[in-house]
């Protein structure tokens, strides 16, 4: 096997993105069809690769793939590696929204992609209709792990803020309870006799907490009885609809939905406090115009997202 240094002196950018093909598909066919090459040459590609590395990297049978430990260290290495190439060969000294074609990537919880991205599309379509964005799917991990996967820029909770990325401020979200219009044993707020001795239908416990709650806040979310969990925000309202059940959630979320379905949003039964929504992307994008462009829409936008108060 060469050294690294050997290796890149003699490759091209295509033998990784063939490395990549490979590890992200099901088969050599697949993989050449995503390169838009011949499946032997496909083969040839891999059969380079498995000398380089010494290591049979992924192994095919019965319509089965098995990658090797390596094959799995290399995998988001690789897709870190072009999506890098990429960002240097797509620098630009200009970017022009009313002409320019590109691509966004952003990520962001349900809950925002639910209430505040539209805004943000809207105006994008508007002023940059050559400009594609897709919305990338959400884990609940740190924002800098979220940038590894072909994303631009992320929207997180602040406790999922990562302190080596650029970062500003959106807005603020505090929780607020949703519950079916016709339960008539709340009114405006919840007391907490009634919150801890209903059924409440929640995300799973590693998707719901927003911020840092207090210790109280934290006590009655762990004592209530969560008959329903699931992993999508978007099933909570419907699931609440004609039950008794009670969702604990952020309330522009909980407005948003009260507006449209035959829902309610009271006060939650705890201190009101509010947590930071954030966007962040990579530090050496600062200077780019694209990404300036993109954080001043984002921001400006955020800047008139109103949350309404409850009485």
Not at 72 to 85: D, S
Not at 177 to 190: F, H, R
Not at 255 to 284: D, G
Request: proline letters at 4%.
């Amino acid at each position: 096997m060469v050294n690294g240094e050997d290796f890149l002196k003699r490759s091209n950018l295509n033998q990784f993105y063939a490395l990549d093909a490979i590890l992200n598909t099901a088969s050599v066919t697949e993989a050449a069809t995503r390169m838009h090459i011949s499946q032997p040459a496909m083969s040839l590609a891999l059969k380079k690769l498995r000398e380089h590395f010494s290591d049979e990297l992924v192994v095919y049978s019965n319509g089965q793939r098995q990658m090797t430990a390596l094959a799995e260290a290399l995998r988001p290495r690789v897709r870190h590696l072009l999506r890098e190439a990429e960002g240097v060969f797509g620098t630009t000294l200009s970017f022009d929204p009313a002409k320019d074609r590109r691509t966004v990537r952003i990520a962001a919880p349900d809950m925002v992609e639910i209430t505040f991205l539209p805004l943000v599309i809207r105006r994008l379509q508007k002023e940059a209709p050559g400009v594609d964005v897709h919305l990338m799917p959400f884990q609940y991990v740190n924002a800098e792990v979220l940038l590894e996967k072909d994303v631009d820029l992320v929207i997180v909770p602040q406790n999922f803020e990562s302190n080596s990325l650029s970062k500003v401020h959106l807005f603020y979200e505090g929780l607020s309870c949703l519950l079916c219009q016709k339960n008539s044993a709340v009114d405006d707020e919840i007391d907490q006799e009634t919150y801890l001795s209903g059924r409440h239908a929640a995300m799973f416990q590693s998707m719901e907490i927003l911020g840092y709650p207090n210790a109280e806040t934290l006590d009655m979310l762990d004592r209530r009885h969560v008959a329903v969990r699931t992993a999508r925000y978007a099933m909570l309202p419907n699931i609440v609809i004609g039950t008794d059940l009670i969702v604990t959630t952020v309330s522009r979320f909980a407005q948003f939905f009260a507006s449209i379905l035959p829902l309610k949003v009271v006060r939650a039964p705890f201190k009101e406090e509010y947590t930071s929504i954030t966007m962040q992307w990579h530090s050496h994008r600062d200077q780019e115009p694209l990404m300036r462009w993109l954080v001043s829409v984002i921001h400006d936008e955020a800047s008139r997202f109103g949350l309404h108060k409850l009485k």
